[in-house]
T-cell receptor
Framework: NAGVMQNPRHLVRRRGQEARLRCSPM?????VYWYRQLPEEGLKFMVY????????ESGMPKERFSAEFPKEGPSILRIQQVVRGDSAAYFC???????????????FGEGSRLTVL | SQKIEQNSEALNIQEGKTATLTCNYT??????LQWYRQDPGRGPVFLLL?????KEKRKERLKVTFDTTLKQSLFHITASQPADSATYLC????????????FGSGTQLTVLP
């Protein structure tokens, strides 16, 4: 049973280009989260999505960043016009359907490391 | 503002000893607290969860305590091994609803052979 799959694992972009990061959640999981991790820092929440819905994007920069989780296919985190400060590891996590007893344990992918030159 | 603080310095211990990592939080009322392990270049891996009404939880060589009065969790690894060397993250989830976890910045543990 495959875990959370992220690709690409490494991505290099020049300033001004676009970066697209993909995440396929674990089988049976309908909730996807994106986190960003800068060197020597903790994971920072960006966005929480369910199929075709953005539930919480309070951690996402207002400009240049967007996320989607279509009915079919992986979740996509898109960064337009990248700048050097966007260089970081971006982690996707998934969880099963939420309910009152869901404890929020997250299953993480191995991350996508974006380097902006 | 809400804040989660873990041991600010890296922790080095000798193999066989017990490692104790600290997670303190302020301005927060978590329903539960989780601990994750992260190896270099890898994603975090869930280890243990403890609820607000639980004082202690064990799993093999791992033990977690949760003191909501002190607003602190302690994470212990007994009989530590070099393979336990990693960064350990604590994460809190707020009470009342299932929302995203908030992570601490982690403590880097090195177990020396």
């Amino acid at each position: 049973n495959a875990g959370v799959m992220q690709n690409p694992r490494h991505l290099v972009r020049r300033r001004g280009q676009e970066a697209r990061l993909r995440c396929s959640p674990m089988k049976g999981h309908s909730h996807v989260y994106w986190y960003r991790q800068l060197p020597e820092e903790g994971l920072k929440f960006m966005v929480y999505l369910q199929k075709e819905n953005i539930i919480d994007e309070s951690g996402m920069p207002k400009e240049r960043f967007s996320a989607e989780f279509p009915k079919e296919g992986p979740s996509i985190l898109r960064i337009q016009q990248v700048v050097r400060g966007d260089s970081a590891a971006y982690f996707c996590a998934s969880s099963p359907r939420r309910g009152e007893r869901n404890t929020g344990e997250l299953f993480f992918g191995e991350g996508s490391r974006l380097t902006v030159l | 503002s809400q804040k989660i603080e873990q041991n600010s310095e890296a922790l080095n211990i000798q193999e066989g000893k017990t490692a104790t990592l600290t997670c303190n939080y302020t301005n927060y009322s978590p329903a539960y607290l989780q601990w994750y392990r992260q190896d270099p270049g890898r994603g975090p891996v869930f280890l243990l969860l403890i609820r607000e009404n639980e004082k202690e939880k064990r799993k093999e060589r791992l033990k977690v305590t949760f003191d909501t009065t002190l607003k602190q969790s302690l994470f212990h690894i007994t009989a530590s091994q070099p393979a336990d060397s990693a960064t350990y993250l604590c994460a809190l989830a707020p009470s009342g609803s299932a929302r995203q976890l908030t992570f601490g910045s982690g403590t880097q543990l090195t177990v020396l052979p």
